[in-house]
């Protein structure tokens, strides 16, 4: 022990005896211990010793520098702010598309589509299992008609588009670039990103067509010609969201989320492609909850872990391959129906933490998200939440601020540590699709997702509103106008798909999909296959379906 | 024997209806129902109104526990009340759980559902619930 680390816990035993004991002796603590959302020990105090082992030039590094601890732009928030991007979708493609504008005209930066329940599923609007599900969660996208109304009047080559879309991804992308063909915009001047994270649907979001080989083919053949074709496409956004929004702890998002990435660089390796050529097109999304030094914490630790396996386990030499650059969105299981204008204070709370933790773009939540899909009221406050955290606070002033402290970085360092424990287990197990297989994730998740529950109905986790703070039932200001999706719009998109599907030619549609089907069984990129069949005007459910013969459809073995 | 004067288990089905993939929710509910005694079953995600219904008569349930989080409801649930009275199964109840706004439930209720749990519902309240109000449908 060096003289300054004895000379540091000399002061730190000498202030338990002086001070600290006498007073807990006066008065106690108000619980025996603390612990965060995820239910992590904290301390009572962090001290200098509790960063003693760390090497700031190793560990932390510099903004834009490896390991990108502070930060993967040299000036952060200072050069460009974060993209403030609102998923948002619903209705009919027309609907959706006013909201679009509506969106831009108030400052957004980004637009971000949300597509329904059919769309997600890989099914048209007029399938049996579609019903009552069109246009409710999200956009209804059948064809390439729906598509065009979707982005009309708004130039492709002058904004971002970020789509939440996984098993169909390849078709919706598909469907994006055959807009921006009609606009007369070139692949390579379109930006965005495609979620088109498979892993994760079987660990977390449970919205899936095929089984998960099959899919992973299908990535890497869009990771292949998005490298060749649209380069400044994101082709993954390695999701821990959902993974979070299904019950898992913080560090189990971080684990779970980093090991599907980690399926993927392997997976595009294996497909031959150089890791160099996709690598800096993946991208990262996380979860931001109410738990403000371990969402921060969270993310710093994310992008150092990252940064380290690409160098190190997968000899990436760009390093622009070693950035993980983020999406956050604050948490929607943190919202309450209960005294719902408290939600905007946790989003206030959950966006301070995204932005403490260096994202390159976010969504806050609505306050209205636990009762419906959100008003243009609650939307506009959400947004300008945002805004008030960029331009009024302060915070996006200085890069990295709480870099230093002794808290946040044995913190960062704790959850780094325990998140690699977790990688090296799914590691054992051959990997994160072997893990999914024998349904190691989902377990780990059901199980922590239960804890937390019971913590809540006993009373150990406070939640206010809900278990504390409780207001009677006629303070309950339950009035918040929401939006109600009109039950016309499942009727209208019926008939929209129907006139498309007499009106097109139909034998380009029968050949383009035979032809896509021939490609599934081989081994050829399916793009450009999927780019004709849309092109044609085939439907996402009539080239779903097609490739399901070849490939299969996923079952789930449920874990309680 | 004395199962004449001991009322048998009540028996639950919960289950997810409609492309809803959110089962957090329904896990939850399943596990701490089972937990309190109750013998349940889950159905697992993906479910027809139609598939729930025959699976609730095969399993020879007491109720019905639906966890709907899309916004499916007022097409999902009275679609599975039509089919329970279809089938010969009225007395089964059905009782639900989601993302459900209160002018909605009202509805729901009317239609006939017994209950709607929303976010915030302890799973203690919800197992008063299953004490209180499901009983055997016959012993």
Redesign the interface.
């Known amino acids: 022990m060096s003289n300054r680390s004895k000379e540091l816990t000399g002061n730190r035993e000498r202030w338990v005896s002086e001070t600290l004991n006498p007073a807990l002796k006066k008065s106690a603590e108000r619980a025996e211990s603390f612990t965060t959302v995820s239910d992590y020990p904290i301390e009572r105090l962090a001290t200098p010793e509790d960063i003693a082992g760390i090497d700031p030039a190793i560990d932390l590094g510099m903004p834009g520098e490896y390991p990108f601890t502070r930060g993967v732009h040299p000036t952060m928030y200072r050069g460009k702010l974060w993209t403030m991007r609102q998923f948002s979708g619903f209705g009919s493609a027309a609907d959706t598309n006013e909201r679009y504008k509506y969106l831009l005209s108030q400052g957004q930066t980004g637009l971000s589509v949300a597509f329904d329940?059919?769309t997600?599923?890989g099914?048209d609007s007029d399938d049996?299992?579609?019903?009552?599900?069109v246009g409710?969660?999200g956009v209804a996208i059948d064809t390439l008609a729906d598509m065009e109304r979707l982005f009309s009047g708004i130039s492709l080559d002058r904004i971002s588009t970020s789509m939440t879309i996984n098993s169909p991804a390849a078709v919706l992308l598909a469907m994006y670039l055959a807009v921006a063909e009609k606009q007369g915009v070139g692949a390579d001047n379109l930006d965005g990103t495609l979620q088109n994270d498979i892993l994760k649907?079987y660990i977390a979001?449970?919205?899936w067509i095929y089984p998960p080989r099959p899919s992973l083919r299908i990535i890497t053949d869009i990771m292949g010609y998005c490298a060749r074709n649209v380069p400044r496409w994101n082709t993954i956004s390695i999701s821990g969201y959902h993974i979070r929004?299904?019950?898992s702890t913080a560090v189990q998002e971080l684990a779970f989320t980093l090991a599907d990435g980690i399926g993927y660089v392997q997976a595009g390796i294996e497909a031959g492609i150089d890791v160099d050529t996709f690598a800096p097109r993946l991208s990262f999304f996380f979860n931001a909850h109410n738990d403000f030094f371990e969402e921060l914490c969270k993310l710093r630790a994310a992008r150092r872990i990252w940064a380290r396996i690409m160098r190190e386990r997968f000899q990436a030499k760009d390093p622009r391959s070693w950035k993980l650059r983020t999406h956050v969105q604050t948490a929607g299981?943190s919202?309450?129906?209960?005294q719902p204008y408290n939600n905007i204070v946790r989003v206030t709370i959950q966006a301070l933490a995204a932005v403490m933790g260096g994202t390159q773009s976010l969504h806050t939540n609505s306050m209205d998200e636990?009762?419906?899909?959100p008003s243009e009221m609650a939307v506009t406050i959400a947004l300008r939440t945002q805004q008030v955290i960029a331009e009024e606070s302060g915070v996006a002033g200085t890069i990295d601020p709480l870099a230093g402290s002794y808290f946040v970085e044995n913190l960062t360092n704790r959850m780094e540590k325990d998140a690699l424990r977790y990688i090296e287990r799914i590691d054992e197990m051959g990997g994160i699709v072997a893990a999914i297989e024998a349904g190691f994730p989902q377990r780990e998740i059901?199980e922590a997702?239960?804890h937390y529950?019971?913590q809540?109905?006993r009373g150990e986790k406070a939640?206010v509103?809900?278990?504390k703070h409780i207001a009677a039932a006629e303070q309950e200001p339950?009035a918040i106008p929401?939006l109600k999706?009109a039950?016309s719009v499942e009727r209208e998109q019926l008939d929209s798909l129907a006139r498309v599907r007499a009106e097109r030619d139909n034998i380009r549609v029968e050949r383009a999909l035979v032809s896509l089907e021939r490609a599934a069984a081989g081994t050829e990129n399916l793009m450009p296959h999927i780019l004709e069949a849309v092109r044609s005007y085939a439907s996402v459910g009539e080239i779903c379906s097609r490739m399901k013969r070849v490939f299969g459809e996923y079952r789930?073995q449920?874990?309680? | 024997m004395t199962t004449a004067t001991k009322q048998r288990k009540i028996r639950l089905l919960v289950g997810k209806v409609g492309l809803d993939g959110h089962d957090r929710g329904a896990k939850i509910v399943a596990r701490a129902l089972r937990d309190a005694g109750f013998e349940v079953i889950y159905s697992g995600l993906h479910q027809t109104p139609e598939m729930v219904v025959n699976t609730a008569i095969q399993e020879d349930v007491d109720a019905v526990a639906l966890s709907i989080l899309s916004g499916a409801h007022l097409t999902l649930l009275p679609r599975v009340l039509a089919l329970l009275a279809e089938k010969g199964a009225p007395d089964i109840a059905l009782v639900a759980g989601g993302i459900i706004p209160d002018e909605d439930i009202a509805e729901l209720k009317r239609a006939g559902v017994l209950a709607v749990f929303t976010p915030g519902a302890s799973t203690q309240e919800i197992i008063d619930f299953v004490r209180g109000q499901v009983h055997p449908r016959r012993d």
């Open positions: 329940l059919p997600l599923m099914r049996p299992m579609a019903l009552g599900e409710r969660e649907e979001q449970k919205e929004e299904a019950g299981c919202l309450t129906a209960q636990t009762l419906a899909l059901a997702s239960y529950q019971m809540i109905d939640i509103g809900v278990n339950h929401i999706i039950m789930e449920p874990v309680l």
